[in-house]
Nanobody, 111 residues
Framework: QVHVVESGGGLVQPGGSLRLSCAAS????????IAWYRQAPGKQRELVAR???????FYSDSVKGRFSISRDNTKNTVDLQMDSLKPEDTAVYYC?????WGQGTQVTVSS
């Protein structure tokens, strides 16, 4: 029984920051491949950032240099630090641990 739950979304002004968190249970978290995706209105879901158990990271070109993914294996959590947010970052953000998905958390960037 795997549970993945995101939190930390909300409304923020352009240029602001948010930190999303994802809590996972029912998996061997330290061995998991974790990632953040997002889906904007009318668009397909896209990969934002990925971090595997070996420490390798991937960022999409649109967020590189602004977002940072990290994990805490003692807490079974994965975070996405989002800085210099833009209106185009507005989307529902989803956490994935291996093949398990969270329910999503809304991020809205608007003045």
């Amino acid at each position: 029984q795997v549970h993945v739950v995101e939190s930390g979304g909300g409304l923020v002004q352009p240029g602001g920051s948010l930190r999303l968190s994802c809590a996972a249970s029912g998996i061997i978290f330290r061995l998991s491949d974790i990632a953040w995706y997002r889906q904007a209105p009318g668009k397909q879901r896209e990969l934002v950032a990925r971090l595997n158990s070996g420490g390798s990271t991937f960022y999409s070109d649109s967020v590189k240099g602004r977002f940072s993914i990290s994990r805490d294996n003692t807490k079974n959590t994965v975070d996405l630090q989002m800085d210099s947010l833009k209106p185009e970052d507005t989307a529902v953000y989803y956490c994935r641990c291996d093949v398990s998905w969270g329910q999503g958390t809304q991020v809205t960037v608007s003045s």
